[in-house]
């Protein structure tokens, strides 16, 4: 399935954040916000990247404004400042999607606090950070659509990956408390859930020979792995008018990983 503006027209010029942005699903999902005619932020804390990636980005929609912010995300005042940036040329903010994260997979006797604390750093206070300053421009205008990246790993659990499943069992629990907070200034707030998704990343660690990914399309029910476009959609869904009802989720698209409790998890 190809992914066309048309498919959510309600999009067409909202102004979206995507945070995490310069590659990986958060790029897959910048590229899909772009394509639906919208406006968007993309913010990284990797500089180079974003600007390698700017120029292709806005020469696909030049009527749009496609913008890039390096920052950390679990700096409130630098987030606050490039979304303040941002809705000055936009004039608002329809959707953050707080995607920023890190893994920190090594055995928990062996686990740094370093490693402790960046995870939490990034996949939870950046989470809380960047939803709550979309939510404080969310509420002086029309409300809007805050999507989180949570994990197949917040609502199962894997050997050594204390701080993933940790922080994105967080994230999930923090969506919900968000979405029932904030949905009186008609912000809705849902969480994406990926299960192992072919990325970069991914090929990496397998080339490294840290995964085996044919024995992770094994264990998958469905028999593939997910893609980044797969996550994109989703985000799409989510920020559309279409699922104006849905909020205090955790959408999960795993392949079936999580429902299938007779496989066993490869290493």
Known sequence: MTM???????????????????????????????????????????????DRVLPVLAARRRDRVIRTATAPVSDEDAVTEALTGFTARTGELSVMVANAGVSANAPSLGLGLDRWNTALDVNLTGVFVCARAAARVMREGDGGVILTTSSMYGVTAGPERAAYCATKAAVAALTKVLAVEWAPHGIRVNALAPGYVE?????????AGRLDTEALRRRTPRGRLGSPQDIAHLALFLSSAVSSNITGQVMVSDGGWTADGYAVTPG
Not at 199 to 207: I, N, Q, V
């Open 199 to 207: 990325t970069d990343l991914l090929a990496g660690l397998s080339a």
């Open 4 to 50: 066309e503006a048309a498919v959510y027209p309600d999009l067409e010029g909202g102004s979206v954040c995507v945070t995490g942005a310069a590659r990986g699903l958060g790029l897959a999902m910048a590229e899909a916000f772009v394509r639906a005619g919208c406006h968007v932020l993309l913010l990284d804390i990797d500089g180079a990247e974003l």
